[in-house]
């Protein structure tokens, strides 16, 4: 839950941001540019949520991920404000290098992880066979028998190690020179991961979430100065970036095109949450999936494309949210699946009688063949 939060904190870093019409000494966007800076940035968003979708379903068969509930899907707007608000009142009392320094400091360490969950399994086919693939388990558990609470319980192997030191290379890089293809190397991995690992439980959850947000980011946006102050203070790569001058400066460009992971994150765990719900229909087709990321590139054409008419930043949630719920449920409506889709569930809650029963109940005996 909190690095969600962080991650809509982060989304701050302006939706889908202002066309850089910002500061002098920065080289004009030309129609070309803007065209692969915009191109770039809309497929940087759709390939998390395809991939992180899909691993979301590996997921969850193989382990049993924390559920956000109702209640917590509708607090967590209000979180997320105070979250938004507090980092607006530390950077108007203190100076921003500071906390950008602290800010670089943390997201280096979370980015340097988050690389290496994403890619130690390409990493583990690269490493030659003559290196020996050794694993290792840290456990630090608390208490003993049914009161154990596991603090720490993380298995790793040799290989994951020599992925953690490639990513470091990556990090270093970020540090060193804060350069925008780092950033989008962490910014990519923090979207596939927190699409792959945070887990609504059912629609009903997904629309009290995505309702809340569509709400948060156009007051924040609109209503204050809170969210674009934030943005221009905040330095860490919680957003992906693309130069709209690449074609005429290469790869020292600095006239940047941006979109917050908040607006890749968001609208992401819904549509893996319809992705587990296509598998759960074992049709041949997944078609809830497919459409709604469809919406979701329909949606954020439409931000771009008003962004340009009205020269000013929009907030993305404003159209992907209605994209996002109503492709899904229009179709639920017209193919008959509405209330099969409401009932829908990753990990039913078993009644409160039968799970006091397994308690218990004494385990039964193993047969031995």
């Known amino acids: 839950m909190a690095d969600l939060l962080n991650v809509i904190v982060a989304q701050a870093s302006e939706n889908i941001t202002e066309n850089a019409t910002n500061s002098t000494g920065k080289t004009p966007s030309t129609p070309e540019g803007m065209a692969v800076a915009y191109g770039s940035l809309v497929i940087m968003a759709i390939l998390p949520i395809f991939f992180g979708s899909y691993r979301s379903v590996n997921y969850h068969k193989e382990q049993k991920p924390e559920k956000m509930t109702k209640k917590d899907a509708a607090m967590f707007p209000i979180m997320a404000s105070c979250a938004l608000f507090v980092l607006y009142i530390i950077f108007k009392l203190f100076s921003k290098e500071y906390i950008n320094l602290l800010l670089t400091g943390y997201f280096f360490f979370l980015g340097v992880l988050a690389l290496t969950h994403l890619l130690s399994p390409v990493v583990s086919k690269l490493v030659p066979a003559a290196i020996p693939n050794i694993p290792y388990h840290i456990m630090f558990k608390q208490g003993e028998g049914d009161g154990t609470q596991y603090l720490i319980n993380y298995r790793f192997s040799s290989y994951d190690v020599v992925s953690l030191s490639a990513c470091s290379l990556v990090g270093a890089w970020y540090l060193l020179q804060k350069h925008w293809v780092a950033n989008n190397l962490f910014g990519l991995a923090f979207s596939v991961n927190a699409v792959e690992l945070l887990h609504l439980n059912n629609v009903a959850t997904g629309c009290i979430l995505l309702c809340g947000l569509f709400f948060y980011d156009i007051f924040w946006v609109f209503g204050t100065d809170v969210m674009v102050t934030v943005a221009k203070s905040f330095e860490a790569p919680i957003k992906l970036v693309f130069p709209q001058d690449l074609l005429s400066n290469g790869f020292a460009a600095n006239n940047f095109a941006m979109l917050g992971l908040g607006d890749i994150v968001i609208p992401g765990i819904f549509i893996a949450l319809l992705l587990r719900f296509d598998h759960s ?78 308690q218990t109940k004494p385990n039964d005996p193993k047969k031995v063949k």
Do not use: N, W
């Not at 899904?328 to 990753?346: H, M, Q, V, W």
């Open 281 to 358: 229909l074992k049709r041949k087709t997944k078609t809830y999936f497919h459409a709604t990321c469809f919406a979701y590139f329909v949606g954020l054409m439409a931000t771009i494309f008003v962004m340009h008419i009205f020269k000013h930043a929009q907030p993305a949630l404003l159209y992907l949210v209605p994209a996002c719920l109503g492709t899904p449920l229009s179709l639920a409506l017209i193919k008959g699946d509405l209330k099969t889709l409401f009932k829908y569930e990753d990990s039913p809650e078993e009644p409160k009688a039968e799970k006091d029963e397994k």
